[in-house]
């Protein structure tokens, strides 16, 4: 099955930079989700991505499926946006989610 | 509201004890799924279910069981044969049609 693999693992930031995550793939993707899992360990859906670029707010997401990697783009980063974003590919007709294994970002005031 | 539900959100139990997590969903989801996180790590899959009274093993299954009685519904039971089965249990839905899945706020497991 496909690999996913995700930079940087860790992350520190102060308020107010901006940051972009990302995730690549062994192979072309045709369906991606980012998450945000939030210290209570919450999974929260970000963007559901197969390609393309969307907006939510400060944060954005661009795929490439054909060259096997997704973007996300944090601007203006809060210190409530801490905690682990995960990317995922749903594989086969039954859409089992393979995760990366996340990236961690602190926020610092 | 519609949303996903899951209890209890701690549990503790003896080695040795079967224990039941349960999952419930409102949105007329079709398929629902069962994935275990380990610190540090993402998520894997234990086991997935399409249709009421159908369900399939995922990556990590041994030691699991659950069943599909209800659409709503999709209960998971970690045996005493599961050999590590102290780990944080997250369960998801999704539309039929549509890749995208929604999660529940998850059980912590903790097996002593």
């Known amino acids: 099955g496909i690999q996913v693999e995700q930079s940087p693992p860790d992350l520190i930031l102060q308020e107010g930079a901006n940051s972009t995550l990302r995730c690549n793939f062994s192979?072309?993707?045709?369906?991606l989700q980012w998450f945000h899992q939030n210290p209570w360990g919450q999974l929260i859906n970000l963007f559901y991505?197969?390609?393309g670029t969307k907006q939510n707010g400060r944060l954005s997401a661009t795929t490439v499926a054909t060259e096997r990697y997704s973007l996300l783009y944090i601007s203006s980063s809060q210190t409530t946006d801490s905690g682990v974003y995960f990317c995922?590919?749903?594989?086969?007709?039954?859409?089992?989610?393979?995760f990366g294994k996340g990236t961690k970002l602190s926020v610092k005031p | 509201d519609g949303g996903i539900t899951q209890s209890p959100k701690y549990l503790f139990r003896k080695e040795g004890q079967n224990v039941t997590l349960s999952c419930e969903q409102n949105?007329?989801?079709?398929?629902m799924y069962w994935y275990r996180q380990d610190p540090g790590q993402g998520l894997r899959l234990i086991y997935y279910?399409?249709?009421?009274?159908?369900?399939q093993k995922g990556d990590i299954a041994e030691g699991y069981s659950v069943s599909r009685e209800k659409k709503e519904s999709f209960p998971l039971t970690v045996t005493s044969a599961q050999k590590n089965p102290t780990a944080f249990y997250l369960c998801?839905?999704?539309?039929?049609?549509?890749?995208?899945?929604?999660f529940g706020p998850g059980t912590r497991l903790t097996v002593t």
């Open positions: 991505i197969p390609s």
């Open positions: 279910s399409q249709i009421v009274n159908d369900f």
């Open positions: 192979d072309s993707v045709n369906n």
């Open positions: 995922a590919h749903g594989q086969g007709s039954q859409g089992n989610l393979i």
């Open positions: 949105l007329n989801h079709d398929a």
């Open positions: 998801a839905s999704r539309r039929g049609l549509s890749y995208e899945q929604y």
